[in-house]
């Protein structure tokens, strides 16, 4: 018989290790215990727990697993059982188990994560709904003075420029025509900017920052009037809220799909969730248009001309759609484009002069 020190043995039934002495005969393998006693197992009751590979230990449980293990730690130790048990083989039913058994967390996890992904907007919806105005609002003003303060930064502090009376009486202007349609649900306040960027932000509770670029872009007041119904689109429809809520669940959710791995699946999600309220806020603006009997071919030539003109033009032709937060301008150029609606605001030319130079 043939023998070895230093094997560590778990009975199933508690968590401490013994160690004990195994010796190995033609038939059966003896477990030597420190007390004196012994405990004999017949060799072909024994498997591996998984394969044998250099480094880790080797380990053995039996046949029928009752969370009896014996382990080998050491080269040696390894080598002897490898020697004298040339018939060991890996339970594939133990295997198969484990297998099923991943595939299962992983079936389930994928389940949970369609569900929530499928319910997500109903509970953000559900959270919206009681969630109160006057805290939106002071969330709109909050970010609209870090806006500011950030912008600032890089312009010497003057990033947001004083409107005087004639550059307000155009937003004024817009704001009345739309406000008579009874759309307007939100007390609206509008930020002019000092930037080259054309671009306009919605935020939450009534807050609209307007880049002077855009307005210098714009050929006329109608087409302003365009951009400043898209932006109230989102608000009215609380696109903000939706995004902050959203932008939660949807970081519990990756990590749940992914185990915590940071990946850019949950930014190509969430600038779906977002590419859908662009979409929305245009046929809002639409509608709204409409309705104010604003005519929508002036905001289709302002987004050409940024689409054409801008010096982020270039690179945004580059980036597919499903990388981007707005749907591809060339179908939002067609969407205001292709409408019908006619009328024009009375604003005087030199107001409007005073608008699009409010920042110089």
């Not at 030597?32 to 590979?53: A, N, T």
């Not at 480094?55 to 046949?63: A, E, V």
């Amino acid at each position: 018989m043939n023998s070895l020190p230093n094997a560590r043995l778990f009975d199933g039934k508690t968590s401490l290790a013994t160690n004990v002495t195994v010796g190995i005969s033609d038939r059966y393998i003896t477990l030597y215990l420190p007390d004196g006693g012994e405990q004999v197992l017949s060799k072909d009751s024994v498997y591996l727990c998984e394969k044998i590979e250099k480094g880790k230990p080797l380990r053995l449980r039996k046949r029928k697993d009752d969370g009896f293990r014996l382990i080998f730690d050491d080269p040696h130790s390894k080598a002897f059982i490898v020697e004298n048990l040339p018939g060991l083989a890996v339970d594939e039913g133990a295997t198969r188990a484990k297998v099923r058994l991943a595939s299962g967390i992983i079936g389930f996890s994928a389940a949970i994560a369609l569900l929530i992904w499928q319910g997500m907007p109903l509970m953000i919806d559900l959270v919206i709904a009681v969630y109160p105005r006057s805290m939106e609002t002071d969330m709109g003003r909050n970010a609209r003075e870090q806006i500011v303060a950030i912008m600032g930064e890089d312009r010497d502090g003057t990033s947001a420029c004083a409107i005087n009376d004639p550059a307000q009486k155009v937003i004024t202007t817009i704001l009345g025509r739309f406000e008579q349609t009874g759309a307007l649900t939100y007390d609206y306040q509008t930020t002019v900017l000092r930037s080259d960027i054309e671009n306009a932000l919605a935020l939450p509770g009534g807050q609209i920052i307007v880049f002077s670029e855009l307005i210098k872009k714009a050929e006329n007041p109608e087409a302003l009037a365009g951009v400043l119904a898209h932006e109230i689109g989102h608000t009215e429809m609380q696109h903000g809220l939706k995004k902050l809520f959203s932008g939660i669940a949807l970081g519990q959710l990756v990590r749940l799909m992914t185990g915590g791995a940071d990946l850019p699946v949950g930014f190509v999600m969430e600038q779906s969730y977002s590419r859908d309220m662009e979409t929305d806020a245009d046929h809002f603006a639409l509608e709204l248009m409409g309705d104010a009997s604003i005519e929508t071919q002036s905001t289709a030539k302002l987004f050409r001309t940024i689409s054409t003109e801008s010096r982020y033009a270039e690179i945004a032709s580059f980036l597919p759609e499903i990388l981007s937060s707005h749907p591809e301008m060339t179908g939002r150029i067609d969407l205001f484009e292709q409408s019908d609606i006619t009328g024009t605001l009375d604003i005087n030319p030199q107001d409007w002069k005073a608008l699009q130079t409010v920042c110089d």
